[in-house]
């Protein structure tokens, strides 16, 4: 498609793609153009996710990101990393004898834990959070049927939340959100809302996939295995390969203010585009040789975690239980191999790429 139509209107939903590298890092940071506020239009079900940070443009963007965005900084999240540990360590000290489900075991708990964590919510409601934030961020039909009462039960649930930090503040950043205030004003109730949940969906599946991506990319190419093994020090460079040729988030959603162009394409004003992250990191305009993995390939600039604005919050954070989950892996198994006996179970979405079901052994 990045060769014969790098802009392609489809008719069956009236999405306009774009495929193209350069294109699409236009359509996701020129926020004057291309609006996130596809929301309402877009998404019926409506909603606090559509009054969150990754729906809406400038200035209101910039006010209630900047709440949350020291929390996110590489410096604060490195505190973070005695905690990642151990909870990697716990999750792999269950004794297993012989092949297990790598995803239900290791790398879906991790992330649900941590933002749990951060958020200052009960450990013990870990497996809600993974359904509903499986749920939201699903992109499948059944996903869409069930999305309104996941919604009602989340709501509830941080409502909840919400009155227990009033009486009784934390050092966490559900107090931090429902404390803080933008131009004077505290946020309104279904913007905390919108944090919390976004928060709460758009590490989880994300991070789930970028660490059993890095295993599947691994195993296909064992000389990686071998060079990540010998020298621990390779695993972010590993880690940007795996983003870029497996990229956990594969499209996005922005609507066209105005009538524009795009590649000499006509694009109507309302038109709802979707930019392919996935296919612009495989660009070989960019990336030579764009369908190898070669974690020693010169130049990395792939734009798994979005571009401008939008640029993902939670990109240290993700970066940093990446490197943690493999390190704990490799520690602890002397050999890990996929069994090509047992079912690979992708992720039934257009939306985020990854593995439902992957056992290893
Ligand atoms: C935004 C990818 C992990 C929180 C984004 C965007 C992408 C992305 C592509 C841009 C969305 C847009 O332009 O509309 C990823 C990937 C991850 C990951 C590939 C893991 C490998 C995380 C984590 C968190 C997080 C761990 C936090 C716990 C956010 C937030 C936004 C965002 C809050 C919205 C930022 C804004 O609108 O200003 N992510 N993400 N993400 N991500 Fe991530």
Redesign the pocket.
């Known amino acids: 498609m990045r060769t014969s139509k790098p802009v392609f209107r489809d008719s069956e939903y009236g999405l306009w793609n774009v495929f193209r590298y350069e294109d699409v890092k236009r359509v996701?940071s020129n926020f004057k153009e291309f609006s996130?506020q596809f929301g309402k239009a877009f998404n019926p079900a409506g909603g606090p996710i559509s009054e969150?940070?990754?729906?809406?443009d400038p200035p209101r963007?910039t006010k209630l990101?900047n709440i949350?965005s020291r929390a996110?900084t590489p410096r604060s999240v490195e505190k973070m990393e005695p905690a990642i540990r151990e909870i990697c360590e716990n999750l792999l000290s269950v004794h297993r004898d012989g092949k297990f489900d790598i995803v239900k075991e290791y790398t879906s708990p991790l992330?649900v834990t941590?933002?749990a964590t951060?958020l200052g919510i009960p450990v013990k409601d870990m497996n809600k959070f993974k359904r509903w934030s499986d749920n939201v961020v699903g992109g499948s039909e059944s996903n869409y049927a069930e999305f309104p009462a996941i919604m009602k039960e989340m709501i509830e649930y941080f409502r909840k939340m919400m009155v227990e930090r009033e009486k009784e503040p934390r050092d966490d950043l559900i107090t931090a959100i429902i404390n803080a205030e933008v131009d004077g004003d505290h946020l309104s109730e279904l913007e905390s809302l919108g944090f919390f949940i976004?928060?709460?969906v758009?590490?989880?599946e994300?991070?789930t996939?970028?660490i059993s991506n890095s295993l599947l990319c691994f195993d296909e190419n064992p000389g990686t295995m071998n060079e990540i093994r010998s020298d621990k020090g390779l695993i972010p460079r590993a880690i940007e390969e795996v983003?870029r040729y497996r990229?956990?988030?594969q499209s996005?959603?922005?609507v066209a203010i105005n009538d524009t162009e795009i590649n000499g394409v006509k694009v109507p004003a309302g038109s709802i585009m979707v930019p392919w992250?996935g296919s612009a990191n495989r660009d070989e305009s960019i990336f030579p040789d764009a369908d190898s993995f070669d974690i020693n390939r010169k130049e990395n600039r792939h734009?798994?975690?979005?571009?401008?604005?939008?640029?993902?919050?939670?990109?240290p954070?993700?970066?940093l239980?990446?490197k943690i989950a493999l390190e704990t892996l490799l520690e602890k198994y002397h050999m890990i191999t996929i069994d090509r006996n047992s079912p690979i179970v992708p992720q039934d979405s257009t939306i985020v790429y990854g593995l439902k079901e992957l056992t290893v052994k």
Do not use: D, Q
């Open positions: 996701l996130s969150s940070i990754i729906n809406l963007h990101r949350v996110f992330p941590v933002i951060m976004l928060l709460l758009a590490g989880n994300t991070t996939n970028l983003l990229s956990p988030v996005i959603y922005r992250i734009i798994a975690f979005g571009e401008g604005i939008h640029y993902c919050l939670g990109a954070l993700a970066r239980e990446g």
